[in-house]
């Protein structure tokens, strides 16, 4: 038996960047290759509600009241499911923290654990070329085929490719000027965290503006670093 390949206290990690830089993708490929078990916070809630658990239900009781489920339960929801068997290679958090507060809080339930953040990775990405990337979208309605305005175009204008239709479709939230905005509010959220976690010495920073291929290359490196 190698003691080292079974840490006592799984890795926790922290994937940050904006809808559209691939956190999905990279999440799956973390899970697949090192066993991490990514969680999202509506993911969570979702569990904790259906298994009732004590979190859960206080979860449940805010959310049919129309509220906003507090950090505190949260937190306790967090703690119940990273002592899960299937956590302990370790997991990957999604859509939480997204505050300094979250995060100093998160910072005191995992030291209670013996646990920490072992690496907060930041997909970096071009604000320009992303919204070139996501504006430039659009798929047949008939089959579903995807399109891009600079990276695929079809051979004959609105017309696909795949199943001659004519019936291109670009999502309404697609627009240039919707993806900027996007793009801007996820900085000014995300300014403070990026911080928080670059003085903690965890803060690790991946060109997400590269090839699907070359990102998967340097998170998996990266988690090699910390996952045992
Ligand atoms: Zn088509």
Do not use: W
Request: glycine share 10%; aromatic share 4%.
């Amino acid at each position: 038996m190698d003691g080292a390949r079974t840490p006592q206290t799984p890795p926790v990690l922290i994937l940050l960047g904006p809808p559209g830089a691939g956190k999905g993708t990279q999440a799956r490929m973390l899970e697949k290759e090192f066993g991490l078990v990514q969680l999202s916070t509506g993911d969570l809630l979702r569990a904790a509600v259906a298994a009732g658990s004590d979190a859960g239900q206080a979860a449940k009781a805010v959310m049919e009241a129309g509220g906003l489920v507090s950090d505190d339960i949260v937190l306790a929801i967090l703690r119940d499911r990273l002592a899960a068997g299937d956590c302990a290679k370790g997991v990957i958090l999604d859509g939480f923290p997204r505050t300094t507060a979250q995060a100093e809080a998160l910072d005191e339930m995992l030291a209670e654990a013996g646990q920490r953040i072992n690496a907060a990775i930041l997909l970096e990405v071009d604000d320009v070329k992303m919204v070139v990337r996501i504006a430039g979208r659009f798929t047949c309605r008939a089959c579903g085929e995807g399109y891009h305005d600079t990276f695929k175009a079809p051979k004959v204008a609105d017309t696909c490719d795949c199943c001659g239709a004519q019936a291109m479709n670009r999502r309404a939230d697609d627009n240039p000027k919707t993806v900027m905005s996007r793009l801007d509010a996820y900085h000014e959220q995300t300014a403070p965290l990026i911080a928080y976690y670059t003085d903690k010495g965890v803060l690790r920073r991946v060109d997400a503006m590269q090839e699907i291929a070359a990102i998967q290359g340097a998170i998996g490196a990266l988690a090699r670093t910390v996952v045992a």
